[in-house]
């Protein structure tokens, strides 16, 4: 028996079939009103925005943003795990996500499910030591952009296992807070305007849209959640949640650098100039570890960096202060921010850190 679409086909092939109508010609096809909305060609919901967006994010593009799946790692390193973790408040960590699927829309959004575009958790989420980070919408990114590990469980004498040691690995709602970091014994620690200000959040500064003429440009703002991105191939920075929010009137961008015009207190780093904050942060991290092989973790008898930045591998027990130092730094190198998202308890951190591991340190400009 011949099928039709190799009836089709023969008559095709023979030269006999000059036009024939697709079911599409015969049959007026209606779209779903309730997929129109989304899918369509005038969408209410910039859905198909939104996604190219999201191809340029880190969710999408980090590698190690979706390749760890076992050991509770899949509750934020996979689709599957966070949905989970959501419905029960936790996940198996003896379990292992059947073929998992990356952080995507889905994850934060349950369309198919609610109708609409809401969010899949807004809770307060409880960090690792029992603060608690409540902002609206950004509670979702708190869940997982949060230190795993504390400093009074890891920071001791000891040697040092692996490179991706320390809080692991997106401290920010802690930066944010202003806690969790190991805190020298005897120092004072404090925090800038954001720790207080409740509009000073993960949505209002990394997703409000750009309003200048680059708005459609997206590997800027919204769901591809960066601050940062290029123009005609010049650094540019999207300022408009800075502004929106109220926070500030005015929030510029240093020409030609990914960096705020935002100047810092006083000269944190000691380089004889006072800088933007973001310079400051910079400055005072590459004491401590930086490309030209001079920082303090990579001269010391025993460096735990190589003279290019490699993490050296030993089983060297290190004393605390090397040990809170390490933390401190990839703490704050790992908040992504360079100050900006607080200033006050970033410089506090790495200052301290530096006095620890070079007592020669003028830390008389370290802010109360």
């Known amino acids: ?147 795993v590990f504390l400093p009074k469980d890891e920071v001791k004498a000891r040697s040092i296992p692996f490179d991706f040691w320390g809080a692991h690995h997106g401290p920010q709602a802690d930066m944010l807070s202003g806690t969790n970091a190991y805190e020298f014994p005897g120092k004072k620690y404090s925090s800038s305007a954001h720790a207080m200000l409740p509009n000073a959040d993960c949505v209002t500064c990394h997703m409000t849209q750009p309003r200048q003429r680059y708005a459609l440009l997206p590997m800027i703002g919204g769901h591809s959640f960066r601050i940062g991105g290029e123009v005609h191939e010049l650094p540019k920075l999207n300022n408009a949640g800075c502004l929106s929010s109220g926070c500030h009137t005015e929030m510029k ?58 993490f050296v591998r030993n089983k060297v027990q290190y004393p605390v202060e090397v040990v809170a130092a390490l933390y401190n730094y990839k703490f704050v190198l790992e908040d992504g921010s360079k100050g900006v998202h607080n200033t006050r308890y970033a410089v506090q951190l790495l200052m301290d850190s530096i006095k620890a591991l070079d007592r020669n340190f003028d830390d008389t400009r370290r802010p109360d």
């Open 1 to 147: 028996m011949t099928t039709i679409p190799r009836l089709l086909g023969l008559l095709a092939f023979s030269g006999a079939l000059v036009s024939y109508p697709s079911i599409a010609q015969t049959q007026k096809f209606s779209f779903p009103k309730a997929c129109d909305s989304c899918h369509g060609s005038e969408p209410k919901f910039p859905v198909r925005g939104a996604r190219s967006q999201y191809l340029t994010s880190g969710h999408r593009t980090i590698g190690h943003a979706s390749y760890s799946n076992s050991e509770g790692c899949q509750r934020c390193h996979t689709n599957e795990g966070f949905i989970e973790f959501v419905k029960k408040g936790k996940v198996d960590p003896k379990a292992i996500v059947s073929n998992p699927s990356e952080i995507g829309c889905f994850t934060c959004h349950a369309p198919h499910d609610t109708g609409n575009f809401s969010l899949r958790k807004t809770t307060k989420v409880a960090l690792a030591n029992g603060v608690e980070f409540d902002r609206g919408k950004a509670n979702l990114c708190a869940n997982c952009h949060r230190a």
């Open 253 to 310: 961008q240093v020409a030609g650098k990914h960096v705020f015009d935002r100047n810092a207190a006083a000269d944190y780093d000691g380089d004889g100039k006072t800088e933007t904050v973001q310079e400051e942060i910079q400055g005072l991290l590459e004491k401590i570890i930086n490309k030209q092989g001079t920082g303090l973790l990579q001269t010391m008898k025993d460096p735990l960096y190589d003279s290019k930045g490699a």
